[in-house]
Antibody, heavy 121, light 107 residues
Framework: EVQLVQSGAEVKKPGEFLKISCKDS????????IGWVRQMPGKGLEWMGI????????RYSPSFQGQVTISADKSISTAYLQWSSLKASDTAMYYC??????????????WGQGTLVTVSS | SYELTQPPSVSVSPGQTARITCSGD??????AYWYQQKPGQAPVMVIY???ERPSGIPERFSGSSSGTTVTLTISGVQAEDEADYYC??????????FGTGTKVTVL
């Protein structure tokens, strides 16, 4: 069974570096795209980007290009989302999710439990 | 950028029917998907490919599509259906987008 387990909640200060993780406990990590989704407090879901761990091909939403970095280490079935310099506006819940892309289908079928990131001075 | 527009809220009495719309220019060419999100939980898909229901999702959830609008219908709404609902699709360039979200309140 596919299970995406995310790293724990983080409390950081503006300007700090942060890297959160998403580990796939299944056996198909390199065969699927993994996406990241932001949910700011009381707001909706926003697609940030996706990565194909098999070859690290990465695509970003224009809204997040240059703001975050998505990476993966296929040897440990883990995807990452990182910020080089956090801002208060990065405070949000972040979800990783597996992208099912077959034929014309494009949807997120398995989700992590979410990582809450709080940025405050 | 590509957008999917939903009504902010829908209120319905138990046992009645809730309909949530999602509008977007690319919907005639791309499938739509629906997710349910309860407070403090990750989203769960309730409809895929416009109208297909994943295993384990109650039959009262259904989806339909017409032109640039897709609709999620919850027939015989139950108290446990109170949640936020999001549509999702993709455009031809490989960009993914979620709808603005609809809060369903069971009166």
């Amino acid at each position: 069974e596919v299970q995406l387990v995310q790293s724990g909640a983080e409390v950081k200060k503006p300007g700090e570096f942060l890297k959160i993780s998403c580990k796939d406990s299944g056996h198909s990590f390199t065969n699927y795209w993994i996406g990241w989704v932001r949910q700011m407090p009381g707001k909706g879901l926003e697609w940030m980007g996706i990565i194909y761990p098999g070859d690290s091909d990465t695509r970003y939403s224009p809204s997040f290009q240059g703001q975050v970095t998505i990476s993966a280490d296929k040897s440990i079935s883990t995807a990452y989302l990182q910020w080089s310099s956090l801002k208060a506006s990065d405070t949000a819940m972040y979800y990783c999710a597996r992208l099912q892309a077959l034929g014309g289908e494009r949807y997120f079928d398995y989700w992590g439990q979410g990582t809450l990131v709080t940025v405050s001075s | 950028s590509y957008e999917l527009t939903q009504p902010p809220s829908v209120s319905v009495s138990p046992g009645q029917t809730a309909r949530i719309t999602c509008s977007g220019d690319a919907l005639p060419k791309q499938y739509a998907y629906w997710y349910q999100q309860k407070p403090g939980q990750a989203p769960v898909m309730v409809i895929y490919k416009d109208s297909e229901r994943p295993s384990g999702i109650p039959e009262r959830f259904s989806g339909s599509s017409s032109g640039t609008t897709v609709t999620l219908t919850i027939s015989g709404v139950q108290a446990e259906d109170e949640a936020d609902y999001y549509c999702q699709s993709a455009d031809s360039s490989g960009t993914y987008v979620f709808g603005t979200g609809t809060k369903v309140t069971v009166l």
